[in-house]
C-alpha cells in the first residue's frame, strides 16, 4: 500500500531534490558501517584459505622429502640452506630465494602483535634462509642445529601468507610452525611450547588451551600461537 503511494508520486510528480539528498545521505551512512564489516569477513577468508594451503604445503612438502631421504629426525641438521636446498626445493615452487645475509625477501616490513603492539624483533632476519613461493608466500627457515642430540626442536618455518600484503599482524597473516623430531611432526606454535625439550613421559609439550585462546584475544593477546586455534576451529579465525 505504502509502496503503491511513493510510486504514484514518483509517477506524478518526482522525488523532490531535498528527498533526493536525504536518500543518498542514508545510503551513504547504511553504507558506511556496513561496508568496513564486509571487508573484514571478505579478509578473514581469504586469510583462513591461505593459512589451510601454507599448512597444507608444509606438511606435504616434508612427508615428500621423507619418501626419498627418509624420516626427518635422521636428516643433517646443520643449516637452513643445507635443509632448504636439499628437502625443501624439490617439491615446492619458488619464485625467489634470499640465501643467509641477502636481501630482497620482505625483512625490512614491521610486523606487528594481534593487539596492535609492533613487534620487538624482526619476523623475517636475514641470519636465515627466506623465500618465496607462487602463491605470494613468504617464508623463512631457521634451523636448531644438533637438535636431535638436545632433545629440541629441529626446524622454526615461519611463513606470511599472503607476503608483504596487510595487515602483517601475527595470528592474522603470519605464523610459526615447529619440525619436531622423535614423533617426526609439524605443529604451528601453540600446539608446541617453544622451546621446550621433548619429555619422555609426555612427549612435545602443547599450551593448554586457555592460555591459547588468551593468545587469540585481539584486545590483549600476542597472536604468535593462533595457529593453533584455526586448525582447532576448522580453520576459521573466530576471534
Not at 609492533?118 to 642445529?145: E, H, M, Q
Not at 606470511?160 to 596487510?166: E, H, K, Q, T
Request: proline residues 5%; glycine residues 8%.
Amino acid at each position: 500500500m505504502c509502496f503503491n503511494k511513493v510510486m504514484k508520486k514518483f509517477k506524478a510528480h518526482g522525488f523532490t531534490l531535498a528527498e533526493i539528498l536525504i536518500a543518498l545521505i542514508v545510503i551513504g551512512i547504511v553504507a558506511a558501517m556496513v561496508i568496513p564489516s564486509v571487508v573484514s569477513v571478505v579478509q578473514k577468508r581469504d586469510l583462513e584459505g591461505r593459512f589451510a594451503k601454507a599448512n597444507s604445503v608444509l606438511k606435504q612438502t616434508v612427508a615428500r622429502a621423507e619418501a626419498t631421504e627418509g624420516n626427518f629426525t635422521n636428516w643433517e641438521w646443520i643449516s637452513s640452506d643445507k635443509i632448504f636446498f636439499e628437502y625443501f626445493t624439490p617439491y615446492l615452487s619458488v619464485v625467489k630465494i634470499c640465501k643467509p645475509h641477502e636481501d630482497g625477501c620482505g625483512e625490512d616490513i614491521d610486523y606487528k602483535m594481534l593487539n596492535g603492539s609492533i613487534a620487538a624483533v624482526g619476523a623475517f632476519p636475514t641470519t636465515v634462509t627466506r623465500f618465496i613461493t607462487n602463491d605470494g608466500a613468504k617464508w623463512l627457515i631457521g634451523v636448531n642445529s644438533g637438535c636431535v642430540s638436545k632433545r629440541e626442536y629441529c626446524a622454526l618455518v615461519r611463513v606470511d601468507v599472503n607476503g608483504d600484503a596487510p595487515p602483517n599482524v601475527y595470528g592474522r597473516d603470519l605464523f610459526t610452525f615447529f619440525m619436531l623430531p622423535y614423533t617426526n611432526e609439524v605443529k604451528p606454535e601453540g600446539l608446541y611450547e617453544f622451546p621446550l625439550p621433548y619429555d619422555d613421559e609426555k612427549g612435545w609439550i602443547a599450551y593448554e588451551k586457555q592460555e591459547i585462546e588468551n593468545d587469540c584475544n585481539p584486545e590483549s593477546g600476542g597472536g604468535t600461537l593462533c595457529g593453533a586455534k584455526i586448525i582447532a576451529d576448522g580453520f576459521k579465525m573466530n576471534y
